[in-house]
C-alpha cells in the first residue's frame, strides 16, 4: 500500500476512535465514576477530537501523523492518561518510519505496550489498560511470527484478546492508579482504561478491514485475501472465485 | 465561600499573570508555565520544577538565581500537562542541559517523563531529573504509589539551585539533590479542610472539636482523625513520626521547616516552633537552621507541616548560598 494510502488509513483511524470515544463518553464516565475521578470520558472525547484536527492539519508519513495524534493527546488528555495514551503513542510512532507493514506494526504495538508500562509501572493484574493491551500485543505478535496470519488476521485475533482482558478486570483487585486506593471495594467494576484502550483496537480492527475489504493490502509485501473474516477463528477464506 | 477569584476556569491564569508583573519573570508563550527574564542562562544547568497550583509560593515563587530557572503550573491541585513541561524545560536551557525536581505524584512524574522524553527528541536537550518523597505520613496515597513529595522539596530546589548557580554539571546536581530526598522528611496536619476555586466548598469537613493528621497538600484525606490537641501536643506528635522515619544519631545536625498550609497566622507557626526546637533540643540534635512561614501550602488550608533534613557539611554549604527569588532569600 503506498504512502498516500497508508496515511489516508491513519486519518481514518483516528476520525473513527474519535467517533467511537464520542459515543462511548458517558459509558466510560459512568465506569470511572464507580472507581475513579470520573473524569476519563470527557478526557479521552476530547482527546482524540483534538487529535483529529491535528492529524488532518498534519502533512508527513503515518509516523508524523501518529506522532502528532499523540502530542495532541499528551496536551489535551491530561493527569496520568495524557503520558499514557499519548507518550506511548509518540514513542510508537517511531517504529512506523519505514510506513505500515507487518514488522513496524508489531515493533509499533510492542514499543506501545513497553512505554506504558514504564509510564505506569503496572503489570498484568493490576486491572489497568495493561490488562487489555499486554495479551491484545502478544496474541498480534504471536499470530504473525508464530502462526503466519495475515495482520488483518492477526489483529482480529488481538482484539479478542484484549477483550477477554477487559473482562478479567471486573472482578479483581485494583493495584494501581486511583482506583487502587479503593482496595477491595474496586472488586466487581470493569476498569476504564482497558475499556477505552478496547475501543481503541476495536476502531482499529474495523478501519483495518475496510483498506483490506477495499483490496488496499496492510502488508505491501503480501497479497492479502479480499474476503478474509478477521475476527473469527479459523475462518475458511469463503473464496467466491 | 468568599474568594477574591474572577473566574474558576481563569485563575491560574490570571494568578501568573500578576506574578509576571511583580516578579522578575515571563511567560513561556503559550502555556501557563514561566521563566526567569533572562532565560535561558548561558553556562550553567537549568533547574525547572512544576506541579498544580494552589501551593504557592511553590512553584514558581522560588524562581530566582539560586534557585529555580523556571516552573509550569498546572490547574489547582492538577498537573501540568508534559508539552508545556516539555516547553519549559527547553526555554531553560542554556546549553549545559535541565534538571527537574519533580514531585512524588503519578500525574507530575508521569508527565515530567513523558515532557523529558519530548525534549530529548524534539530539541536533543540533556535531562536528569530527581522525584522528592519526603512524607512519612503513609507509603500509598490517592494520588501516589510511594511516598508523597510535599515541603521537603523547597530543601531541594535551595540544594540543587546552589549546585546550578556554582556551576555543577547535571550528575553532579543529581547526587546532590538525590542526597537531600534521602535525608529529608515531612509530616503534615491540618485543622480545616481547604477551598478549591471549582468546587468553592471544603474537600473535606473536620468538626470544631477535631483535627486530621498525616494530611497531603491537596486536600486529600490524612492518616488520622483525633480529637483536638494542644498545639504543643501536636507538634510532639509531627516531629516524632518524622524523627522516627529520619533515625537521626544525637549530635547530627539538621535544618526544619516550620510550614504554614496557606490559612494560619504566622503567630501560630512561631508557637509550633518554639516546641519543635526544644523536641530537637531534648534528642541531642542540632538545629542549624530553622525556617517559619508559608512555604509549600494547600490554598486557604489552616494547619502545619514540619520539615527535618538532616545535614552534611555539603548540604549545609549549599542551603548557606545566596539565593534571591519572591519565597526565598538568603543574604550574601
Redesign the interface.
Known amino acids: 500500500m503506498d504512502q498516500e494510502t497508508q496515511t489516508e488509513a491513519v486519518r481514518t483511524a483516528v476520525e473513527a476512535i474519535a467517533d467511537r470515544l464520542a459515543d462511548e463518553k458517558d459509558h466510560l464516565t459512568d465506569l470511572d465514576s464507580a472507581i475513579g475521578d470520573a473524569d476519563h470520558g470527557a478526557n479521552m472525547d476530547r482527546g482524540f477530537r483534538t487529535a483529529l484536527e491535528r492529524v488532518e492539519e498534519t502533512d508527513g508519513d503515518p509516523a508524523d501523523l501518529v506522532k502528532a495524534a499523540g502530542?495532541a493527546l499528551?496536551?489535551?488528555v491530561?493527569?496520568?492518561s495524557?503520558?499514557?495514551y499519548?507518550?506511548s503513542l509518540?514513542?510508537a510512532s517511531q517504529e512506523l518510519e519505514d510506513g505500515i507493514t507487518a514488522d513496524t506494526t508489531v515493533a509499533f504495538a510492542e514499543r506501545y505496550l513497553e512505554t506504558v508500562e514504564e509510564?505506569?509501572?503496572a503489570s498484568v493484574g493490576d486491572k489497568t489498560m495493561v490488562d487489555a493491551l499486554t495479551p491484545a500485543v502478544h496474541t498480534y505478535r504471536k499470530s504473525i511470527e508464530v502462526d503466519d496470519r495475515e495482520p488483518i488476521d492477526a489483529l482480529g485475533k488481538a482484539v479478542d484478546a484484549a477483550r477477554r482482558g477487559v473482562e478479567f478486570t471486573t472482578p479483581i483487585r485494583a493495584k494501581?492508579?486511583?482506583a487502587?486506593?479503593l482496595g477491595w471495594r474496586s472488586v466487581g467494576h470493569q476498569d476504564p482504561g482497558a475499556t477505552s484502550t478496547l475501543y481503541l483496537l476495536e476502531e482499529l480492527l474495523d478501519v483495518a478491514t475496510e483498506y483490506v475489504d477495499g483490496e488496499v493490502a496492510i502488508d505491501a509485501a503480501a497479497d492479502v485475501e479480499p474476503d478474509e473474516l478477521p475476527d473469527a477463528e479459523d475462518a475458511p477464506a469463503d473464496g467466491g472465485e | 465561600m468568599k474568594k477574591l477569584i474572577n473566574e474558576p476556569a481563569d485563575v491560574v491564569d490570571e494568578m501568573l499573570e500578576g506574578m509576571v508583573a511583580a516578579h522578575d519573570l515571563r511567560r513561556v508563550d503559550g502555556t501557563e508555565a514561566v521563566v526567569r527574564s533572562d532565560a535561558p542562562v548561558e553556562g550553567k544547568v537549568g533547574l525547572v520544577s512544576g506541579g498544580g497550583s494552589g501551593h504557592e509560593p511553590t512553584h514558581a515563587g522560588y524562581i530566582g538565581d539560586g534557585m529555580l530557572d523556571g516552573a509550569a503550573a498546572?490547574e489547582v491541585f492538577?498537573?501540568p500537562?508534559?508539552?508545556?513541561v516539555s516547553e519549559l524545560i527547553q526555554a531553560c536551557d542554556g546549553g549545559e542541559g535541565v534538571f527537574c525536581v519533580v514531585k512524588n505524584y503519578?500525574?507530575d512524574v508521569?508527565?515530567f517523563?513523558?515532557a523529558i522524553?519530548?525534549a530529548e527528541?524534539e530539541a536533543d536537550t540533556e535531562v536528569e531529573h530527581v522525584v522528592v518523597n519526603d512524607d512519612v505520613a503513609v507509603e500509598?496515597?490517592?494520588?501516589t504509589?510511594g511516598r508523597r513529595g510535599v515541603c521537603g522539596t523547597i530543601f531541594v530546589h535551595k540544594i540543587a539551585g546552589a549546585m546550578a548557580q556554582r556551576g555543577e554539571d547535571l550528575a553532579e546536581i543529581k547526587r546532590v539533590a538525590e542526597k537531600a530526598t534521602e535525608n529529608v522528611g515531612t509530616m503534615g496536619m491540618a485543622l480545616t479542610s481547604c477551598v478549591t476555586p471549582e468546587k468553592g466548598e471544603p474537600t473535606f469537613d473536620l468538626g470544631e472539636d477535631e483535627i486530621e493528621l498525616g494530611i497531603g497538600i491537596h486536600g486529600e484525606p490524612g492518616t488520622e482523625r483525633t480529637e483536638l490537641m494542644s498545639v504543643d501536643e501536636i507538634t510532639d506528635h509531627l516531629a516524632e513520626a518524622v524523627l522516627e522515619d529520619l533515625e537521626l544519631e544525637t549530635g547530627t545536625e539538621v535544618a526544619t521547616i516550620v510550614n504554614g498550609m496557606g490559612g494560619t497566622p504566622l503567630m501560630e507557626l512561631y508557637v509550633v516552633n518554639r516546641r519543635l526546637q526544644s523536641v530537637l533540643d531534648d534528642r541531642g540534635l542540632e538545629t542549624w537552621d530553622a525556617w517559619v512561614g508559608d512555604y509549600m501550602t494547600s490554598l486557604d488550608m489552616m494547619g502545619c507541616s514540619i520539615t527535618v533534613l538532616e545535614l552534611d557539611d555539603e548540604l549545609m554549604e549549599l542551603l548557606a548560598a545566596p539565593a534571591e527569588t519572591p519565597g526565598l532569600t538568603v543574604p550574601e
Open positions: 502530542v499528551v496536551s489535551e491530561g493527569g496520568a495524557g503520558p499514557l499519548g507518550g509518540m514513542k509510564r505506569g509501572k494501581k492508579g486511583r487502587s486506593y | 498546572g492538577t498537573s500537562t508534559a508539552d508545556q503519578e500525574g508521569m508527565n517523563e513523558t522524553e519530548m527528541m500509598d496515597s490517592l494520588y504509589s
